[in-house]
T-cell receptor, first 110, second 114 residues
Framework: AQSVTQLDSQVPVFEEAPVELRCNYS??????LFWYVQYPNQGLQLLLK??????LVKGINGFEAEFNKSQTSFHLRKPSVHISDTAEYFC????????FGTGTRLKVLA | DAGVIQSPRHEVTEMGQEVTLRCKPI?????LFWYRQTMMRGLELLIY????????DSGMPEDRFSAKMPNASFSTLKIQPSEPRDSAVYFC????????????FGSGTQLSVL
């Protein structure tokens, strides 16, 4: 069975500061890893995904994530956040079914 | 493409009533997922279908919940009888085959059971 752990339920950060949202996973088989973003009153949208190859993955809106197999982590980063990045972010793994973490609420402060 | 369409957008009902949530996946997608989102438990996978066949319903909380997919373009999630603890946002999502494929989410149904 696979599982996903997002260690931070809420992350406040000032505008233009860097941010890292943490994600750890466990699985007995190879997985595909994803980050999704949810804006208020909307469904989730894909930010980026890791399938294979380079461990640094770039996504939309300036986000990137690094896959670390030895630490079973897939942390999301952005060097400089904007107010519009305020949203909830979900890490997910997929083998045969799609499992999401509990989410991290990113709040960007002016 | 219209995307994944869910109805109703909001549902308010009384405890004990039957509730039916509906989903139309994106045409051509052969995977369909039902999720429930709450503050306490986050996004939980309830059940998913492949080619209209239920593959894994281990996330369905109890027998009061049932889901069907009579054809490739329609799925329902039914709660009978409903209880206040069922109040949540229910999302439907679809995808193409392949574990690398992303999910396309509907806008969700906000269910309130009084």
């Amino acid at each position: 069975a696979q599982s996903v752990t997002q260690l931070d339920s809420q992350v406040p950060v000032f505008e233009e500061a860097p941010v890292e949202l943490r994600c750890n996973y466990s699985s007995s088989v190879s997985v595909y890893l994803f980050w999704y973003v949810q804006y208020p009153n909307q469904g989730l949208q894909l930010l980026l995904k890791y399938l294979s190859g380079s461990t640094l993955v770039k996504g939309i809106n300036g986000f990137e994530a690094e896959f670390n197999k030895s630490q079973t982590s897939f942390h999301l980063r952005k060097p400089s956040v904007h107010i519009s990045d305020t949203a909830e972010y979900f890490c997910a793994v997929r083998t045969y079914k799609y499992i999401f973490g509990t989410g991290t609420r990113l709040k960007v402060l002016a | 493409d219209a995307g994944v369409i869910q109805s109703p957008r909001h549902e308010v009902t009384e405890m004990g009533q039957e509730v039916t949530l509906r989903c139309k996946p994106i045409s051509g997608h052969d995977y369909l997922f039902w999720y429930r989102q709450t503050m306490m438990r986050g996004l939980e996978l309830l059940i998913y279908f492949n080619n209209n066949v239920p593959i894994d319903d281990s996330g369905m909380p109890e027998d009061r919940f049932s889901a069907k997919m009579p054809n490739a373009s329609f799925s329902t999630l039914k709660i009978q009888p409903s209880e206040p603890r069922d109040s949540a946002v229910y999302f439907c999502a679809s995808s193409l085959s392949g574990n690398h494929e992303k999910l396309f989410f509907g806008s969700g149904t906000q269910l309130s059971v009084l």
